[in-house]
């Protein structure tokens, strides 16, 4: 018995092109990050067999350990998509086709000085659209001037926002942190858009989402 990889991945691959196709997008304008923190490297396997290309890494150590176990599977991507320590850089600044979480001066710092002189690492500055303290992500207010420091690193190319709102029920608050986040990243020139996972990935695309970050429907629940 397979895992059932290849046919979840249909399956989203799927609504997302239906999504797509009712926000009046073209398909090719939305990537599907499959998250496979916590996953083992033979589920990445398969979906890579599968067509997939594009996975996201939560933990900087288990990135490094799964980068070169598959360092065999050609034009595969890592996302490295969780909160990074300054001291767990490296690893990220190694492997890493993207960054997603982008929220301290600090490891913005640790990252230019690492990928310095090579291919620019492509990131996303992570947004608290949600105004919980608790959560992470910068505050709005906060942007213009975070934007501008980074902007001066060599090394990074500051590509788009990132967010992962608070889960809530209501319909049109879910859709309007998407869409504070669309508006932000417009505001700032910025052209990409990391929104939108498992439960809300639709909604994430009718928003204008340019990256889903997708690890529950792809891979199963994570225990
Ligand atoms: C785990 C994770 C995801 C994927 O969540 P699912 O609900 O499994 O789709 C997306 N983004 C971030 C930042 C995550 O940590």
Redesign the pocket.
């Given at each position: 018995m397979g895992s059932g990889i290849a046919e979840r991945l249909a399956s989203v691959r799927a609504r997302v092109a239906e999504a797509c196709v009712r926000a009046g997008r073209p398909v090719e304008s939305v990537t599907l990050?499959a998250?496979s923190?916590l996953k083992p490297a033979a589920l990445i396997r398969e979906a890579y067999a599968a067509g997939q290309r594009d996975f996201?890494e939560?933990y900087a150590q288990e990135l490094r350990d799964k980068a070169a176990e598959l360092a065999d599977l050609e034009g595969l991507r890592w996302h490295a998509?969780?909160p990074l320590q300054t001291n767990k850089v490296k690893y990220v600044a190694k492997v890493a086709h993207a960054f997603?979480?982008l929220e301290r001066l600090e490891v913005a710092r640790e990252l230019s000085k690492r990928r310095e002189g090579t291919t620019p690492l492509p990131c996303y500055v992570e947004v608290n659209v949600g105004g919980e303290s608790t959560k992470s992500g910068l505050e709005p207010s906060a942007l213009p001037e975070f934007l501008t420091q980074v902007r001066a690193l060599p090394g990074l190319a500051l590509v788009g926002l990132?967010s992962?709102p608070p889960p809530t029920d209501d319909e049109a608050r879910a859709l309007g942190y998407f869409q504070a986040l669309r508006e932000l990243a417009q505001h700032h020139g910025l052209p990409q858009l990391s929104m939108g996972?498992?439960?809300d990935?639709e909604r994430a695309i009718h928003a204008g989402a340019t990256h889903v970050?997708?690890?529950?429907?792809?891979?199963g629940e994570?225990t």
């Open positions: 990050v998250v923190k996201g939560n998509i969780g997603h979480a990132m992962l996972t498992t439960h990935f970050r997708v690890g529950t429907a792809v891979f994570r």
